[in-house]
């Protein structure tokens, strides 16, 4: 029974990023004269058999991608599982957050300039919520003015971004920690317990802007990504989407290697991770993947 709800969950998930691409492709396949994204996504929640998956969600982690008349806009978030303990759901809160980010990028209300102000606008309409949704998260958005051919980055705790070109890492976002294993993150604590928990603001994130060119090749993944699958790993997966901007099937299948990829490594105990590398480096004696919620963005530029 188990393996037929494993194969059931693995195929509603690779299932989720081709109707991803295939959304993304119909508004910007036209746009020739200027770059683009072509994007995929796959990922898989910690508790396959019984985690969320369906679009825009693996687990407690949440993504999106779209578009405006002059701007690719791609994100991630990753949920606090912490809050479960307290009965509140980790993934309602970066749901939300990432919704609100595409919603506000499709009506047009948000700065080419400014991914950070587009974090917080969502961050705020959340706070503001009629009914709270209660909880954490870290967050990554990138924006890609098509104009300017310039890409724009905010990012707040550890969820980031990795752009490779020519075979290289060429930007690489790096983690906000507060201490080990405890990142910046966005808070709507419940009444009360405003002392208690982390709160940090969105102006709080790391920004960027750089120039992108065709074939630049992006991630934009949760920590289940980065704390489990070493660099030079990902740089050699990265480095296979090249040339694939043309070819949709093969872009999905580099996603899903790195999806499956991170997900078999998070529970593999006898493994060096880099999360057991940072561990120990902060006087943990740790050895093992990380498991957890699995988001993979993958991006290429075209034009």
């Known amino acids: 029974m188990s393996i037929f709800w494993t194969g059931r969950l693995l195929s ?12 993304a492709a119909e508004l910007n396949v036209s746009k020739t004269n200027q770059p683009y994204l072509v994007s995929v996504v796959c990922g898989f929640p910690k508790d396959i058999a019984n985690g969320r998956t369906r679009k825009g969600q693996f687990g407690d982690d949440a993504w ?18 912490g ?13 939300y957050l990432m919704k609100t980010c595409e919603r506000l990028v499709r009506m047009g209300h948000f700065k080419l300039t400014e991914p950070g102000d587009l974090l917080a606008k969502s961050y705020y309409e959340l706070l503001e919520h009629k009914k709270p949704i209660l909880g954490s998260s870290t967050a990554c958005v990138m924006i890609l003015d098509r104009s300017e051919s310039v890409m724009r980055a905010a990012n707040i705790g550890d969820s980031g971004y990795m752009v490779v070109r020519g075979g290289r890492v060429i930007h690489r976002s790096h983690e906000q920690q507060h201490y080990f294993n405890t990142p910046y993150q966005l808070s709507l604590p419940p009444p009360g317990h405003d002392r208690n928990v982390l709160s940090d603001r969105p ?3 790391e920004t960027s802007h750089f ?32 040339d694939f901007a043309g070819n949709t099937e093969r872009l999905q299948a580099v996603a899903n290697s790195i999806a499956w990829m991170a997900r ?7 493994y060096m991770s880099p999360f057991a590398k ?18 993979v963005l993958l991006a290429i530029v075209a034009l």
């Open 211 to 242: 120039s992108v060119e065709c074939g630049d090749v992006i991630l934009v993944a949760t920590d289940g990504v980065f704390d489990n699958v070493p660099e030079p790993v990902l740089v050699a997966e990265m480095r296979r989407a090249q």
């Open 203 to 205: 102006e709080s994130a």
């Open 278 to 295: 940072s561990a120990r480096q902060n006087g943990i004696d740790a050895i093992g993947g990380k498991p957890d919620d699995i988001t």
């Open 83 to 95: 809050w479960r303990a307290y009965g509140i759901d980790p993934g309602e809160f970066s749901s």
């Open 12 to 23: 509603r998930a690779l299932r989720n990023g081709l109707s991803s691409f295939s959304s």
């Open 64 to 81: 999106f991608s779209t578009n405006s008349n002059s701007a690719d806009v791609i994100g991630v978030a990753d949920g606090v599982g």
């Open 264 to 270: 078999n490594l998070s529970f593999d105990g006898c």
